[in-house]
């Protein structure tokens, strides 16, 4: 089994920047992909960012390209997002999933461990 814990959300103004931080446990070595997916209120879940992890490369959504950034620290299983410039439309639950079959997937159904999401809201 894998876990994964989410912290690093907050409270930010228009512009402000924010780190989210992904720890995953458990057996590691089965995790193919991680990835950052978010929900706002009243929409569905949309993929945000991904890391392959055996080939480190990434994979972003068009609405976050160019101001967010996915990194991995391979000795703490460890995943963050760097997001800048934030906007109040990234205003979300922000999730971490894990994926265990190869590839990098951009859906929902391509991961199947979750954690309980961080909220990150930005105020205008």
């Known amino acids: 089994q894998v876990q994964v814990v989410e912290s690093g959300g907050g409270l930010v103004q228009a512009g402000d920047s924010l780190r989210l931080s992904c720890a995953a446990s458990?057996?590691?070595?089965?995790?193919?992909?991680m990835a950052w997916f978010r929900q706002a209120p009243g929409k569905e879940c949309q993929f945000v960012a991904g890391?392959?992890?055996?080939?480190?490369?990434?994979m972003y959504a068009d609405s976050v390209k160019g101001r967010f950034a996915i990194s991995r620290d391979n000795a703490e299983n460890t995943v963050y997002l760097q997001m800048n410039s934030l906007k109040p439309e990234d205003t979300a639950v922000y999730y971490c999933?894990?994926?265990?079959?190869?590839?990098?997937?951009?859906?929902?159904?391509?991961?199947?461990?979750w954690g309980q999401g961080t909220q990150v809201t930005v105020s205008s």
């Open positions: 458990g057996r590691t070595y089965s995790i193919y992909a």
């Open positions: 890391v392959n992890t055996r080939t480190e490369s990434t």
């Open positions: 999933a894990t994926r265990r079959v190869p590839g990098l997937g951009t859906t929902y159904y391509d991961y199947t461990t």
